[in-house]
């Protein structure tokens, strides 16, 4: 045991340095003997955007059936028939009381959006405009079409539309409900900078000027920042038992979960602190090019979208992080240096041995993730590739699983760890922190940097996580043009140049929280905003 518990430790946690008090009471709720307990509920309230922020498996779909009134917590005593009554007595005085009164009277509809949109078309046969239909309660689903720019899907079937498309479906038919309680698990997966400024604002519109009840659950944090009131944090060990905290202010939240320290609670809840140290910019220090490329331009027919790419290089082991909106040609750049396509303009000589992690993964084939990776290397198993890709990828615990079982976060480590197991000259990585929580975010995108360091590997990632980028990449190549229309590429850039082209095209800017560097966006016409725009400095302003 580890030593606090009277009784041997019913959770088997070792690994937990402080127990933490909420444990020594009952749970909100336990799914059964031995099964995963909840500790704590999160507080909807009306005219606010509540976020939550912890890792996957800890009880944050158990506690929103809890306030969707579609699960009885039952205190722990799963023998008993659950009674709301006593659930009420439980929170009584506390913040919780009139939203579990309410809940009682049975008055309170819920709208929710499903954290794994890729489902979607499983579960539904039709168009757009079919799945959306039923879903305008309050008269407000054209201006969410229009907001979230799907009137050009409308017509298309759901299972031929691109993940980007059906998160922001999925989005509107939650928002164009008609509910006290809207809860939204996780917005930004696949889904550009800007459109995910825009759902973000359309979730505190409805708070702010419909007084509904906001909860959302998101791992960007510039986004969670921007997005929410007030913070739960998250936190246990997953599969186990969850704790969910008391609401703190956004900043607090994300500083506290980030250090690994909460502080009200007085409770260690990682052995490490997450930092985003205020670095300047990366400067390039590579200079073998491993390609030079000319002007290329690629179209796909007469009025069809079209790319240019300006000339450039691309140094041997460097991490060239690649951003953009969705739609603007990234992918097609990928398949011309993979020779998977051939430029209009401009000749590729080579054609490279490119390992490739596509944005969406359809990794479907029945069998096992240890079988499906050793059929790519058969280093599977050997210290090193443990150490180099399952350790910071956290295979460990699905490798004997099969592939189909997986969850969202789970298959995207896999492919992840696929990608980098094969012999290649250039890897490119497509959004690989989709679905990863904060933690495992940080150590998929160290994984990368180290595999690329200690193999003089090449590698291309897109990702639309500030974080993610800048903790990743050497240098910078940046898409503008008119989605879907046409893109244009600039040559690699230093960070610093390319954040400001980058985030330029936004027009957002970054500041450093004072605690923890962390990037924060500034407010639109904040003094911040405006001194960073006036000089030029987007994002990196030490
Ligand atoms: P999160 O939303 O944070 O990912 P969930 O609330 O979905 O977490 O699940 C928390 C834990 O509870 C998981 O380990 C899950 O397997 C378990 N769990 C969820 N539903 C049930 C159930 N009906 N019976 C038993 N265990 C469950
Ligand atoms: P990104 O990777 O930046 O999201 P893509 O390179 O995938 O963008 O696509 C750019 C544009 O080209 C999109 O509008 C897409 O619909 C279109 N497109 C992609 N592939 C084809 C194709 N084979 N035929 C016609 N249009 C295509
Ligand atoms: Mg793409």
Same mark, same amino acid.
């Given at each position: /045991? ?47 955007? !509540? ?13 929103? =059936? ?27 005085? /506390? ?5 579990? *009164? ?25 168009? %757009? @405009?079919?799945?959306?239909?039923? /879903? ?6 054209? *201006? ?43 917005? %930004? ?40 009131? %007030? ?5 246990? *060990? ?10 703190? $202010?956004? @900043? ?46 690629? $179209? ?5 979208? $079209? ?34 396509? &051939? ?89 690989? $922190? ?20 200690? =193999? ?7 990702? =639309? ?9 050497? @240098? ?11 893109? =244009?590429?600039?040559?690699?850039? *230093? ?18 929280? &004072? ?7 500034? +407010? ?8 960073? +725009?006036? !000089? ?7």
């Amino acid at each position: /045991t580890c030593g606090i518990c009277v009784e041997k430790c019913p959770f088997d946690a070792i690994e937990i340095i402080n127990l933490p008090s909420e444990l020594s009471e009952d749970p909100v709720h336990r799914y059964g003997e031995n099964a995963f307990s909840l500790y704590g509920l999160p507080v909807p309230e009306p005219g606010s955007v !509540t976020g939550i922020l912890g890792p996957n498996g800890i009880g944050k779909s158990t506690a929103v =059936h809890a306030l969707a009134g579609e699960l009885t917590p039952n205190l722990g005593r799963h023998g008993d028939e659950p009674d709301w009554e006593a659930v009420i007595d439980r929170f009584r005085g /506390t913040e919780l009381q009139t939203y579990l *009164e309410t809940l009682r009277e049975g008055s309170i509809s819920v709208a929710r959006k499903p954290q794994y949109v890729d489902q979607i078309p499983k579960q539904f046969d039709g168009n %757009t @405009r079919d799945l959306l239909e039923h /879903t305008d309660e309050r008269g407000a689903l054209d *201006e969410l079409i229009d907001r979230l720019n799907i009137r050009p899907v409308m017509d298309q079937d759901i299972d031929s539309i691109s993940g980007g498309e059906l998160q922001r479906v999925a989005i509107a038919a939650c928002l164009a409900r008609d509910a006290d309680f809207y809860f939204l698990d996780e917005i %930004t997966p696949y889904l550009d900078i800007g459109q995910r400024m825009t759902a973000a604002r359309l979730i505190r519109e409805l708070a702010e000027d419909d007084d509904r009840s906001m909860l959302v659950v998101e791992h960007d944090l510039a986004i969670l920042d921007l997005l929410a009131d %007030t913070l739960h944090v998250a936190y246990g *060990e997953p599969g186990a038992y969850g704790v969910i905290t008391d609401p703190k $202010s956004v @900043r607090n939240g994300i500083n506290e979960y980030l250090e690994g320290y909460l502080d009200n609670e007085n409770m260690r809840i990682r052995p490490d602190s997450i930092t985003f140290e205020e670095h300047a910019p990366r400067v390039s220090s590579k200079e073998t090019a491993l390609v030079e490329y000319p002007d290329l331009r690629k $179209s796909y027919g007469e009025g069809e979208f $079209s790319l240019e790419v300006e000339g450039g290089t691309i140094y041997e082991s460097e991490v060239l992080g690649i951003v953009g909106p969705n739609g603007i040609g990234k992918s097609t750049l990928a398949k011309l240096f993979a020779g998977s396509l &051939e430029p209009d303009e401009g000749s590729l000589e080579f054609a490279l041995d490119i390992a490739y992690k596509p944005q969406y993964i359809e990794i479907d084939q029945p069998i096992r993730v240890d079988a499906f990776l050793s059929s790519i290397t058969d280093r599977v198993g050997t210290s090193y590739w443990n150490t180099e890709i399952a350790e910071p990828l956290q295979l460990g615990r699905i490798m004997e699983q099969n592939l189909t079982d997986l969850s969202g976060g789970e298959r995207q480590r896999v492919a992840i760890a696929a990608c980098l197991s094969e012999d290649a000259d250039l890897y490119v990585l497509d959004e690989p $922190s989709a679905h990863l929580d904060v933690e495992q975010r940080v150590q998929a995108t160290s994984a990368i940097r180290r595999y690329a360091e200690n =193999h003089d590997a090449t590698v291309l990632v897109i990702d =639309h996580d500030i974080y993610v980028v800048d903790l990743l990449a050497d @240098r910078l190549m940046v898409f503008d043009g008119e989605p879907a229309d046409h893109g =244009h590429a600039t040559p690699p850039q *230093e960070m610093r140049a390319g954040m400001n082209d980058f985030l330029a095209n936004l027009d957002i800017t970054f500041r450093r929280d &004072e605690r923890t560097g962390r990037p924060r966006i500034n +407010k639109p016409e904040s003094q911040k905003d405006r001194e960073q +725009k006036r !000089t030029g400095e987007y994002y990196y302003t030490a």
